[in-house]
């Protein structure tokens, strides 16, 4: 699986990003897919995850820092996962990166939020908030 992360940009505080993470290679309905960032000298971090629980259902979790304004979501039609970015402030600013893994499903003893139980990432996108 190749993942692509686009959609980053410049904006001013307050406003809104749509990330898109496209995949290519086959099709990945049943993947779980992160979104992480890196702020530069800081480690990457978890910022959302959507997992397959079955059928068509699927659970997303967030950071705390970023609950109630981020949304990840997903068309599997489009074989792409995005990340609806709303109220952005200046420490949102970073390289975000999109992650998937076939394994990391809603019953997984691993972790969402770990960079570690990911196995495909995508390049980053840069997202910088003016203030």
């Known amino acids: 699986v190749q993942l692509q992360a686009f959609g980053g940009g410049l904006v001013q505080a307050g406003g809104s990003l749509r990330l898109s993470c496209a995949a290519s290679?086959?099709?990945?309905?049943?993947?779980?897919v992160g979104w992480f960032r890196q702020a530069p000298g800081k480690e990457r971090e978890f910022v959302a995850a959507?997992?397959?629980?079955?059928?068509?259902?699927?659970?997303?979790n967030y950071a705390d820092s970023v609950k109630g304004r981020f949304t990840i979501s997903r068309d599997n039609a489009k074989n792409t996962v995005y990340l609806q970015m709303n109220s952005l402030k200046p420490e949102d600013t970073a390289v975000y990166y999109c992650?998937?893994?076939?394994?990391?499903?809603?019953?997984?003893?691993?972790?969402?939020?770990?960079?570690?139980?990911?196995?495909?990432w995508g390049q980053g996108t840069q997202v910088t908030v003016s203030s």
């Open positions: 290679g086959r099709t990945f309905g049943t993947y779980a």
């Open positions: 992650a998937a893994d076939p394994r990391l499903g809603y019953s997984s003893s691993k972790t969402y939020y770990s960079t570690s139980s990911y196995e495909y």
């Open positions: 959507i997992r397959w629980s079955g059928g068509s259902t699927y659970y997303a």
